[in-house]
């Protein structure tokens, strides 16, 4: 089988499935059944093209597609490369792709039944194209055709439900964000092309560019694929998308689509500009906005109660510790620390694979309970561990992966994150020096908080007692969502029990990007044992660990049964004599006492409202509500606005002439352009 047939293999799947959707439209179970079988192929396709990638030397094709040469253009065919940095990112939009498109085959059974399934699956199919169109193309032509594709396509998944308003709000606030992402991207490309005198990346790679080019590059593309990323303060589009799109496309939008968007910047400043023309505040840059995004991502998650909502928060914080690793990276290599550099890419990289499995993972969770109580309010929820048993299992893996609790996948990646910060005294004299702690501060802050946040989210849905009849008749899903999210929880634990065996394949990546950075240290003492730096500096074995706890779960279930049977009985509630929901934590007094102390952050709207018996004494109801508001929106988009208001206001004038004046314009316009002429 020849490695242009694999190269192509996935990409024609998921084409292959767009066209057997709208084919089989007529037969509901014929149509989900077939997409999503050709859509897990493509998914496994994908996989083991990515694999060869990172395994085999790069891979370069023409397609002989395009657009034709015309008198005085060239002509434009498609290019595809395959190299380690687009062979790791085939991996992580094969691995999630397989899983959630065996996900949606009992997802997509369970939508209403009056509505087709036609749009679902044919933008779906062109979405997951676009990814992987985007990770394949080798000149800017085609990437921005592929990135159009998936944004598109996924705007269309966000309207699926296209009767809703919510809907059509965060449609059109998507499609804005997006088209003007892709507007400073091409715009990146532009300064490209006028240096490499080619749509080609090959020629872009060699293009000599000035050190104002090479940030202008670096900061139109880092705007530009950092809004798609969803990085603070460019988010504002991704909490709102997420919860209205269905649970499988928020999957992958979260889990995939932001990590393409990784891919592009690391393509652009990495590859094609190249390390070497970097100036020392990209990397500081790049920090800093990691941080923020750390920080307030999970600020603004702990005090959300719709389950998809706050996921979506949690994207916002993960990318931001994807950036400071990357960030790090960038520092390092400015400053002449290569080995330092590889390790914080593939902290960064490590991180990329963990988050799309990990909030694949919740996000399929979170539609497992839309699914089974029809509703995404948590406070609409609760003892759904009884009713939904294997469903809370595996939604409990992913908390413990986000938290980034050992021997959990999340814990390795952030753990390598944090080994690389504690480098920064190797920039001792440097101007950021000191922001490297502060970051390293703000990912520990962060992680507390995040385990706060979950131990919420699992406890408020399924712990306690259900709080509405819908939880208290919720069931368990059936066996295809299971399965696909079965996938991604056995692959958390692996990826956390055993890193030292993926990370040999995550370095190819820092080899072809960042020359000369050794990463061997990190897998020179075995299968058991992880090290970053040295084995004198810090070492971590999650074998190890996740014995110790075994063994000490066992200690404790022996001490705490020894002679003692189990004695059943009726809670005590204060002297009430029965129980009710009511009684319990909910998703806002559970966040109130963080309300507070960020409360110069958060500006809550508080309201407290009584009703009462006829007396002021005699209180009958008491009733408060709380709202968090975003504040990027009131100190900066806001603002935009009106400002664009006030400008758009002041020219109006010039749209209310009479035929003079339009005539008066067009001989001006003409007299400017023959000065230019002349």
């Known amino acids: ?347 960064a990289l490590y991180h990329t694979l963990n988050h799309a499995l990990f909030k694949g993972l919740l996000f399929m969770g979170a539609g497992a309970v839309l699914h089974a109580t029809h509703s995404s309010n948590m406070g609409d929820m609760g003892g759904l561990i009884r009713r939904m048993p294997i469903t809370a299992a595996l939604f409990l893996i992913g908390c413990l992966s986000i938290s980034a609790l050992p021997p959990f996948n999340g814990f390795v990646s952030e753990w390598l994150t944090f080994q690389a910060a504690l480098m920064a005294p190797s920039l001792e004299g440097t101007p950021l020096s000191a922001l490297i702690p502060f970051s390293a501060a703000m990912l520990a802050l962060a992680g507390a908080l995040t385990a706060t946040c979950f131990i919420k989210v699992f406890g408020i849905v399924f712990q306690g007692t259900p709080r509405k009849p819908a939880a208290a008749e919720a069931h368990e899903v059936d066996r295809w969502m299971l399965m696909g999210m079965g996938g991604p929880a056995l692959l958390c634990i692996l990826l956390g029990l055993l890193p030292v065996y993926v990370i040999p394949l995550i370095a190819m990546v820092p080899k072809i990007l960042i020359q000369n950075g050794q990463l061997e240290s990190l897998v020179q003492n075995g299968w058991l044992w992880l090290t970053p730096i040295s084995s004198e500096r810090a070492s971590y074995s999650p074998p190890i660990v996740m014995m110790a706890f075994i063994l000490a779960g066992i200690i404790a279930f022996l001490m705490y049964r020894r002679g003692k049977p189990v004695r059943r009985a009726a809670l005590w509630s204060c002297g009430h004599p029965h129980l009710n929901a009511r009684m319990q934590y909910t998703a806002t007094s559970f966040s109130q006492p963080l309300r507070h102390i960020f409360s110069d952050i958060y500006h809550p709207e508080e309201k407290n409202t009584r009703s009462d018996h006829g007396h002021h004494l005699l209180v009958k109801r008491v009733r408060y509500s709380v709202h968090i508001r975003d504040l990027v929106w009131d100190y900066l988009y806001i603002p935009i606005w009106h400002l664009m208001e006030w400008v758009v206001n002041g020219v109006g004038w010039l749209h209310k002439q009479r035929l003079q004046g339009y005539l008066t314009y067009i001989f001006v316009t003409l007299l400017v352009l023959m000065g230019f002429l002349i």
């Open 1 to 347: 089988m020849s490695s242009t047939f694999l190269l192509l293999l996935g990409p024609a799947l998921a084409f292959t499935a767009t066209l057997v959707s709208l084919l089989l439209a007529s037969n509901r179970n014929i149509q989900n059944y077939s997409t999503n079988l050709l859509l897990v192929l493509s998914g496994v396709a994908t996989v083991i093209s990515g694999i060869m990638g990172l395994l085999a030397a790069p891979i370069a094709i023409t397609l002989p597609i395009g657009l034709p040469g015309l008198p005085g253009l060239p002509e434009l065919p498609i290019h595809l490369r395959l190299d380690a940095l687009a062979g790791f990112f085939l991996v992580v939009v094969g691995l999630l792709v397989a899983f959630v498109a065996i996900y949606s085959v009992g997802y997509i059974k369970s939508l209403q039944v009056g509505r087709s399934l036609t749009p679902l699956c044919v933008f779906m199919s062109l979405f997951i194209l676009g990814m992987q169109g985007v990770v394949l193309a080798d000149d800017s032509y085609a990437f921005m055709i592929c990135w159009e594709l998936m944004s598109v396509a996924s705007y269309f998944l966000v309207v699926y439900e296209h009767e809703k308003e919510a809907n059509h709000k965060a449609g059109f606030l998507y499609l804005l964000m997006a088209h003007l992402g892709g507007l400073l991207i091409l715009s990146s490309f532009s300064i490209l092309f006028v240096n490499g005198h080619s749509f080609e990346f090959a020629a872009m790679r060699t293009a000599v560019l000035t050190p104002f080019s090479a940030s202008m590059v670096f900061l139109l593309a880092g705007l530009g694929f950092g809004m798609k990323a969803g990085l603070m303060p460019l988010h504002v589009w991704l909490p709102e998308a997420h919860p209205v799109a269905p649970s499988n496309a928020s999957a992958l939008m979260s889990g995939i689509m932001i990590k393409v968007a990784i891919y592009g910047f690391l393509r652009v400043v990495f590859d094609l500009v190249g390390l070497e023309t970097s100036a020392w505040w990209w990397g500081g840059l790049v920090l800093a906005i990691g941080s923020s995004s750390v920080v307030g991502g999970v600020l603004f998650a702990l005090q959300q109660h719709d389950l998809k909502r706050l996921l979506a928060y949690h994207s916002v914080e993960n990318i931001g510790i994807i950036a400071i690793g990357i960030g790090l990276s960038m520092v390092f290599m400015h400053f002449g620390h290569p080995s330092l550099a590889a390790l914080g890419l593939v902290a």
